[in-house]
């Protein structure tokens, strides 16, 4: 079936007990005992499983394709979860650009009880190649990445990776299930900030790990869920679940709309770069276009000018809004340079867009008048 097929039925089953249609919310965090010790509903204590929990995994696992996956109350626990897994002293290797969080967890926390850290240009795989040590065990990818939308190629870091007996997860947050399979193109683990684009609407915290295989890795990454017990609510899978029945309709228009607003962004005399990988002169384009359904929702720009001209372009915005975070119904636009921390490699003319569902013809009007009069000092 197709996605749009599967984001419903995968995660709407009629409720057996009342035919319910909307899934009732499991809010009891434990499950009777039979007389003789069995709990024939598999159900014991919510830390460990819940039927809102297990109903979201399973229509995540079915909407990337994987054998299993596993639901987090963040999307830096779901990463953190993964990184645990990891024996003492393993290198891992990550990408220069990437979500700023995963950067300063494995920098501070991971690196600091003896893990060895690698960034690497993973647009090279001469450079990733170069990179892989013989104890490296996991390369992490995330493409396109944050803020840059630098794409690297699944497929070929999934091989380098495999050859030299590392695992190889892919943060696909930006990209979505709708847009990108990381699985199918050989990556061992997808992981997701579901608080973003499957979440939608910038009302819920989550996060997701779903694997190509089930096996050792899984059941250790179902222990580090169950005992770390970074679990999100029944409430907060409940939302998921609701919102992820229309993520390829939300994912489809941000992406046609962001498509536009590049197109625009990039004749306009005030901007410098747009960084899109559906443009034909972003240098990812081919790899995109093979591996991508499509562009995503989300765009960087470079205005003309530093940090004041950054600055002064998303203070004039009325309608897009000046906030973190990305993958919602409405359009939000972040410096993020001065949220990324001083090991930022983020340019200070740069702003990162996140394309809601508003009209593409009044996001063109709020960004012509938030540009103008740079355009025109210059
Ligand atoms: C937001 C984000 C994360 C972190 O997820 P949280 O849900 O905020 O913990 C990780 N990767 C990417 C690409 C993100 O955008």
Redo the contacts with the bound molecule.
């Keep these: 079936m197709h996605i749009r097929t599967r984001a419903i039925h995968a995660s709407h089953a009629v409720d057996a007990a009342t035919g319910a249609i909307a899934p009732p919310i499991s809010l009891s965090t434990t499950f009777e005992r039979q007389a003789d010790g069995t709990f024939p509903s598999g159900y014991v204590y919510s830390r460990s499983e819940n039927p809102n929990r297990s109903a979201l995994e399973s229509a995540l696992a079915a909407l990337e394709g994987g054998a299993t996956a596993f639901a987090f109350g ?6 953190d979860a993964l990184l645990r897994t990891l024996p003492q002293g393993a290198h891992v290797l990550l990408p220069n650009d ?2 700023h ?2 950067r300063h967890l494995a920098k501070h926390f991971y690196a600091a009880s003896g893990m060895e850290i690698a960034f690497v240009d993973m647009r090279s795989l001469d450079a990733v190649r170069a990179a892989l040590r013989p104890n490296t065990r996991l390369v992490w990818a ?1 493409t396109p990445s ?1 803020p840059a939308l630098n794409i690297v190629d699944i497929a070929g870091i999934a091989q380098l990776a495999h050859d030299a007996g590392a695992l190889l997860g892919v ?1 696909n ?2 990209a979505t299930p709708v847009l990108q399979s990381p699985l199918a193109l050989g990556a061992d683990v997808a ?1 997701h ?4 684009y499957i979440g939608g609407h910038s009302d819920v ?3 997701a790990l779903i694997l190509r295989e089930s096996g050792p890795l899984a059941e250790q990454i179902q222990s580090v869920q169950q005992l770390a017990g970074a679990v999100p609510s029944p409430f907060d899978c409940w939302l998921l679940v609701r919102s992820l029945a229309t993520l390829p309709l939300r994912v489809a228009a941000q992406t046609e709309t962001a498509g536009a607003l590049a197109a625009f962004l990039f004749e306009h005399p005030a901007v410098e770069r747009v960084l899109y990988p559906g443009l034909a002169s972003h240098p990812g384009h081919a790899v995109a276009a093979q591996q991508m359904r499509g562009y995503g929702g989300m765009l960087s720009f470079q205005v003309r000018g530093g940090q004041p001209e950054a600055f002064a372009v998303a203070g004039r915005l009325t309608l897009i809004t000046r906030a973190t ?2 993958g919602g119904v409405e359009s939000l636009i972040e410096h993020r340079r001065s949220i990324e921390g001083d090991d930022s490699p983020t340019p200070e003319n740069l702003l990162r867009l996140s394309v809601g569902l508003e009209d593409e013809a009044d996001l063109i009007d709020d960004l012509t008048q938030a540009l103008a009069p740079l355009a025109y000092t210059r």
């Design positions: 963040s999307g830096m626990a779901a990463v990437l979500y969080g995963v995330e944050n943060d947050t930006w992981m900030s579901t608080t973003k915290l989550g996060g975070s990305l």
